[in-house]
């Protein structure tokens, strides 16, 4: 294919800097989604929410995967985790335990995310 002649040289280099305007301005880095989300589900309000779903997706990272499988968090209400188990004995069992699921969730999550655990048998 011929170039075209009536192409003159500013016209060529206008219409290259119109197709291509940002190619000598870089373009800044998007933020990353892991700040995005938080903020913004803070700012609709549904920051507990948002701990909430970490929460039960980490579980067994927080408590170890032989506790995860006898209990689950299932609500957090004004600060306080619900925390279901099967049967009483396994409440016996990891009552001495709270404190330091306490801690863990508190190092993960923030000291305001949750400040106290229940246990509930469920069934």
Known sequence: MAPDDSLTPSLRATVLREWQPYAAEPVPPA??????VPAVMKRLGL???LWESQLFERWPEIVGEFNARICQPTALR???L???????AH???LRPHKSLFLRKIQEHFGKTAVRDISFRQIG
């Open 91 to 93: 409440i016996q069992e």
């Open 78 to 80: 004004n600060g306080r």
């Open 47 to 49: 920051h507990q929410r």
């Open 82 to 88: 619900i925390i279901s188990v099967p049967h009483s």
């Open 31 to 36: 933020p990353a989604l892991e700040t995005i």
